[in-house]
């Protein structure tokens, strides 16, 4: 089947505004991933959702981020009066069970603040 | 939280050579996992090792996770122009149910 897919692919946002990503996980994954990779650097943790159970929100770095997911289908990530220092790719993968499986990354939205 | 550290961060293979990159844990890990990113694309799942002393190969490529569980690598041989990009390890550690990824190993190829 389908691939996760992630969208827009790229937005240029100004400061201050609000941003919404979407996530479309594998149909049939119950655990869902969000992670932020700056440019040139590693996976950075964000949160993950695991079916009907609480999500994680261990790694979201401010009260500007908050993230969605209804059951296991789409998420979305939003980002409330953005910074510059938000301009990062934002990654999400699915996995069929939280932890110990392979996670299956989408394209990602890359996120320009100007 | 928990760490996952790797090395080196760059490393420029002559075509043909070997190269290793290394992963480090402070704890114990239930299992380390390998992707690759190329560049501008998204990570993709290599490999996933569970067992200690635990060695897989995919052609050119050999996976170890250590015999403590606490380190992994990944061994190249006779590098090729494909094998450019990024490689993470990301390791899941005991009572954790998200994936700790490494800094990541930025491998350049020179023909």
């Known amino acids: 089947g389908a691939g996760v897919s992630q969208s827009p692919s790229n937005k240029v946002t100004e400061k201050g505004k609000d941003v919404e990503l979407r996530c479309d996980p594998i149909?049939?994954?119950?655990?869902l991933y969000w992670y932020r990779q700056r440019l040139g650097q590693g996976l950075e943790f964000l949160i993950y959702?695991?079916?009907?159970?609480?999500?994680?929100k261990s790694g979201l770095p401010s009260d500007r981020f908050s993230a969605e997911r209804t059951g296991e289908s789409v998420s979305t990530l939003t980002i409330q009066r953005t910074q510059q220092e938000d301009s990062a790719v934002y990654l999400c993968?699915?996995?069929?069970?939280?932890?110990?499986?392979?996670?299956?990354f989408g394209p990602g939205t890359r996120l320009t603040v100007l | 939280g928990q760490q996952v550290m790797q090395i080196p961060q760059y490393q420029h293979v002559q075509e043909g050579e070997d190269f290793t990159t290394y992963c480090n844990s402070s704890t114990t890990l239930s299992n380390i996992q390998w992707y690759k990113q190329r560049p501008g694309g998204h990570p993709v799942f290599l490999i996933q090792l569970v067992k200690s002393g635990e060695v897989k190969k995919q052609k050119r490529l050999t996976f170890q996770f250590g015999e403590a569980k606490k380190n992994s690598s990944l061994h190249i041989t006779a590098t090729q122009t494909t094998d450019v990009g990024t490689y993470f390890c990301a390791g899941l550690h005991a009572n954790d149910y998200k994936l700790s990824f490494g800094a990541g190993t930025t491998v350049t190829v020179r023909a």
């Open positions: 149909s049939g994954h119950t655990a």
């Open positions: 993968a699915s996995s069929l069970v939280l932890a110990g499986n392979e996670q299956f």
């Open positions: 959702f695991q079916g009907n159970s609480a999500p994680d």
